[in-house]
């Protein structure tokens, strides 16, 4: 079956634009991550769903970063007032098993974010 | 506070050598780890785990060694080969986190040289 994808794969705003990011897990994924890669750095935990309810928001960098899942499938990513620090790739992952399970989580291939 | 770190930014190694990658970390909270691996524009795909009650996990050519007292772990492929050329993270996770979110290494960049 398909892997999980995310759109778009490039996005370039203006500081100060809110952007969607968007995420669309393997179906049947109860598990739901988002991460933001800096350039040069591993990716970094922002927020964690289990189906529809978001468990860990705790990566989140501030207040303007939301995240929604409300059908426990698709999963979108707003960034609001885009300031050049959230630069970066902007990665989902899913996998099959809620915790405390260790499935693997798959991940999808990332959007570019450029704030300029 | 870099929990997990990977301090070697890139590594060469010849086809069909040994490559060693090595990662330390500090939470002693984590008991869970794994090394994925990156290709340029593509996500992490994962390579191998393994659980903080074995010491060595193996899969094919990839190995994985825990060292818990030393807090380290290594990454160990042989023999090497030209499609093995990505940048290779470690991650580790904890049971009492709440979920499965890992935390992550800076990456190493691994070069085989044919």
């Known amino acids: 079956g398909a892997g999980v994808s995310q759109s778009p794969r490039y996005k370039v705003a203006k500081r100060g634009q809110d952007v969607a990011l968007r995420c669309d897990p393997i179906s049947g994924h109860v598990s739901l991550f988002w991460y933001q890669q800096a350039l040069g750095q591993g990716p970094e935990f922002l927020t964690y769903?289990?189906?529809?309810?978001?468990?860990?928001k705790s990566g989140l960098p501030s207040d303007r970063f939301f995240a929604e899942r409300p059908e426990g499938s698709v999963s979108t990513l707003k960034i609001q007032r885009t300031q050049q620090e959230d630069s970066a790739v902007y990665l989902c992952a899913s996998s099959l098993l809620p915790p405390p399970s260790t499935d693997t989580q798959y991940f999808g291939p990332g959007t570019r974010l450029t704030v300029l | 506070d870099q929990q997990v770190k990977q301090n070697s930014p890139s590594l060469s190694v010849q086809e069909g050598r040994i490559s060693i990658l090595n990662c330390d970390y500090t939470n002693s909270m984590f008991d869970y780890f794994l090394w994925y691996k990156k290709y340029p524009a593509e996500g992490p795909t994962f390579l191998i785990s393994i659980s903080s009650i074995k010491d060595k996990n193996e899969d094919g050519r990839f190995t994985v060694f825990l060292n818990k007292s030393a807090k380290h772990l290594s990454l160990h492929i042989v023999p090497s080969q030209p499609g093995d050329s990505a940048v290779y993270f470690c991650?580790?996770?904890?049971?009492?986190?709440?979920?499965?979110?890992?935390?992550f290494g800076t990456g190493t960049r691994l070069t085989i040289i044919p």
């Open positions: 769903f289990q189906n529809e309810a978001q468990l860990d």
């Open positions: 991650a580790a996770s904890g049971s009492n986190f709440g979920n499965e979110k890992l935390t």
